[in-house]
């Protein structure tokens, strides 16, 4: 097959093996501002390159999915978002990811007042020892939030529908709860301290089907407030819940960029398609 396969050859094998269902809901990505965006981005560790030339701008309110095989670079381009890759000692950064009119590594970006901006929720839920309360006040101290604390968690809490299973129990300790539980505490501790853009890094790989798909929902509701950039290794779960969808191949290049329902049925590149079909990564 050529590397750009007729629309006659796609019609007939076209996405397809996998019974992705896109598009669950009405959002379009169309016309919408950009929240971030990155320009000729080049990460490397070392002497390794892990993101090529990476230009993308990524819609406000919008879920964004990151998808791509392991070692692709998905997670070092999320960190690079909020220069979480800071804390990386042989990591470093070329080009631009702007943000609020700025560059993020200009010298006078305060990276601890970037991530109140920019939260971001890992792979594995990890919740502080400390109770539900104060695992989700926690950004809020470091702000010097001046508000009603127990009003914000409350809220937070209700924005990571979980509030109804713990609010008998906001004293006990985080670790207590089940894995799903945690990650939803993890997102309100996320979103507490308000900010724009939340990074999520295969934030539903570590749970039961069930807990995913309650994460899941969750997304979608959560960017009818903020935007959300997500990685998952899960293609149903991408073509799900995302409204554009970043396809990354070996060596950290960003080989096709799109609206979600294009990405997985009809993909410009062959190695796309491939990718999406499992007939790789
Ligand atoms: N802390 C690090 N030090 C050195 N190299 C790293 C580091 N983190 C990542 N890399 C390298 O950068 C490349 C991209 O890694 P990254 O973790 O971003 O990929 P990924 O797409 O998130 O993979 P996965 O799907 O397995 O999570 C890989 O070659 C990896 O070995
Ligand atoms: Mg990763």
């Not at 943000?99 to 200009?106: L, Q, S, T």
Request: charge should be negative.
């Amino acid at each position: 097959m050529s590397n750009t396969p007729s629309s006659d050859t796609r019609s007939s094998d076209s996405l397809i093996t996998t019974d992705v269902e896109t598009g669950s809901n009405d959002r379009t990505a169309e016309s919408r501002a950009t929240a971030v965006a990155t320009r000729d981005l080049n990460v490397y560790y070392g002497d390794e390159q892990a993101i090529d030339d990476v230009s993308m701008d990524i819609p406000e309110n919008r879920v964004t999915a990151l998808i791509g095989p392991s070692g692709c670079g998905k997670s070092t381009f999320l960190r690079c978002i909020n220069r979480m890759n800071d804390m990386i000692e042989v990591c470093r950064v070329e080009g631009e990811v702007e943000f609020g009119g700025k560059n993020v590594y200009d010298a006078d970006v305060d990276p601890v007042a970037l991530r109140r901006r920019i939260g971001m929720v890992f792979q594995k839920p990890n919740p502080f020892p400390k109770s539900i309360r104060d695992n989700v006040a926690y950004g809020l101290k470091i702000q010097g939030f001046d508000g009603d604390v127990d009003e914000r968690v409350e809220e937070s809490l209700k924005g990571a529908a979980l509030w109804d299973e713990v609010k008998d129990q906001l004293d006990s300790s985080g670790l207590d709860l089940s894995g799903g539980q945690q990650q939803r505490l993890c997102i309100a501790r996320a979103i507490a301290p308000d900010p724009e853009v939340i990074l999520m890094d295969e934030p539903t790989s570590a749970l039961d089907p069930v807990a995913a798909s309650k994460i899941e929902d969750l997304i979608d509701d959560l960017a009818e407030e903020y935007t959300v950039i997500i990685v998952t290794h899960n293609m149903q779960q991408a073509a799900r819940i995302s409204d554009r969808t970043a396809v990354f191949l070996t060596g950290g290049r960003l080989v096709e960029y799109d609206d979600t329902a294009k990405i997985f049925e009809d993909p410009e590149e062959q190695r796309v398609e491939d990718y999406i079909t499992g007939k790789f990564g």
